[in-house]
């Protein structure tokens, strides 16, 4: 983990992962599995070949193409290319499955006890997989999971951003029998709307219909912010004041460059909308003595942040244990800001009232003497 060993006090810290993509957390064994039950063919002669092409995109995504339109096209793939490239594999309602499965394992290794993993039909049924395929497979790890490992999960719905709208729009209509609708109503996978993929010239307001739906319905919403990227301030400023008819989301993801602008500091902490920050993935492409401070002074400034992964599996395989860790070494923070950080991603989630008690009471018992 870029030589940082987990401490057996980040390793003890009960956790709750917001910000975590499903697809983002297959591992090459299980894609490597997938792909020969369901003929699908990898253009990797054998497993080693597979387990070498992630060291040299883990190695693409340190150095430079993390995005054409910044970067221009070396003709090396995309972050995002790769991710939707590891998707292939998955067919079937047990492929969805098993992959929902093999996170929350993890999960209940790692000591995380409640998640909200983002997940999306739309890159799934452009291949010709059926939405329930996909929304069944999940709901049945998180309803296996809870029992299996003692994971509680709230799974996020999310619109693909560099998509339609109206082919988003779709999406939802089709998946939300399997949301838990205010009403009592659904099958209640997810609980959440969010906004994810390919940022650039797409800002939050573009999919104001598809919030306004969600909230109606009784929904949460969040929507990333990536870091840096072209107009990132702005379409910060938008999530804070201007969707949801001015209200603003509940959470953003990501959202680093508020840091930019002391009114977004001000607005993020005013409205108590949360970040869920992902430092690895911005360790990748900043200096550690340039972002560690950003991160301490969001926490400074009293904003909610909270600490996750992202896509583990495409970056470095680094999880939420290595991301916390990164924060408490390269950040200076001591015990007490852990817990404080950890208290934050119990806040600032969509979980039952009783399972945020229970946790939070058991974050009381941490001892914080450094
Ligand atoms: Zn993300």
Redesign the pocket.
């Known amino acids: 983990m870029n030589g940082l060993e987990i401490s057996p006090f980040i390793q003890a810290l009960p956790k709750v992962e917001l ?3 499903i697809e ?1 957390t297959l591992t090459p064994a299980l894609r490597w599995k997938l792909a020969h039950r369901n003929g699908v063919k990898l253009p990797y002669a054998t497993f080693e070949e597979l387990l070498d092409s992630c060291k040299h995109l883990n190695n693409i995504s340190v150095t430079y193409n993390h995005r054409k339109e910044v970067n221009s096209d070396d003709g090396r793939p995309t972050f995002l290319e790769a991710y939707f490239a590891g998707c292939q594999v998955l067919i079937t309602e047990d492929d969805f499955y098993e992959l929902g499965m093999a996170y929350l394992e993890r999960c209940a290794e790692m000591n995380v006890r409640y998640c909200e993993p ?1 997940f999306d039909t739309q890159a799934h049924t452009e291949r010709g997989i059926p939405a329930r395929t996909v929304m069944d497979g999940y709901m049945r790890a998180q309803r296996e999971g809870t029992k299996k490992y003692g994971v509680r999960s709230n799974w996020i719905f999310c619109f693909l951003r560099d998509r339609p709208l109206s082919e988003g729009l779709a999406a939802y209509h089709a998946a939300r029998p399997w949301a838990g609708l205010a009403d009592g109503t659904g099958k209640g996978l997810f609980h959440a709307v969010g906004l ?1 993929a390919n940022e650039f010239e797409k800002p939050p307001l573009l999919f104001e219909e598809g919030f306004q739906l969600a909230k109606k319905d009784g929904l949460h919403v969040t929507m ?1 912010c ?1 870091v840096d990227q072209k107009d990132a301030a702005d379409h910060v400023y938008e999530a804070i004041f201007e969707v949801c008819g001015g209200k603003g989301t509940e959470r953003i ?2 959202g680093l460059n508020a840091i930019d602008r002391l009114e977004l500091i001000t607005g993020l902490k005013d409205r108590g909308i949360g970040l ?1 920050l ?1 430092p690895h ?1 911005y360790h990748r492409r900043q200096a550690t003595e340039v972002l560690f401070p950003k991160i301490k002074k969001l926490i400074d400034k009293g904003v909610k942040v909270c600490i996750n992964s ?2 583990p599996t495409y970056m470095h395989d680094v999880w939420i244990d290595g991301n916390m860790q990164k924060a408490y070494t390269y950040s200076g923070l001591n015990k007490a800001d852990m817990v404080k950080l950890a208290r934050n991603g119990i806040e600032v989630s969509w979980a039952e009232e009783e399972v945020k008690k229970s946790l939070l009471k058991e974050l009381g018992t941490i001892s914080v003497e450094d």
């Open positions: 910000h975590i993509h983002g983002f994810a990333h990536d993801d990501h869920t992902c993935a992202d896509d």
